[in-house]
């Protein structure tokens, strides 16, 4: 699990709001939403991160 946005670099705790994409890259939340949860470095869709201790839920309904 990455420990910083890709984008800006800001250092994203476990607790902390952060969006990955399908290929794991990071971003913060301020991040995102300038990318229009976009990423950019494959155009993935950006999805908030389950947050440490949370259960990951695989099933999403898009
Ligand atoms: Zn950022
Ligand atoms: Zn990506």
Redesign the pocket.
Known sequence: MRKK?E??S?ELQDQSDAYICVHECT??E??TSEMNHVCMNCNGELVRRPKAGAQIVSCQLS
């Open positions: 946005c984008k800006c800001v971003y913060c301020t991040c």
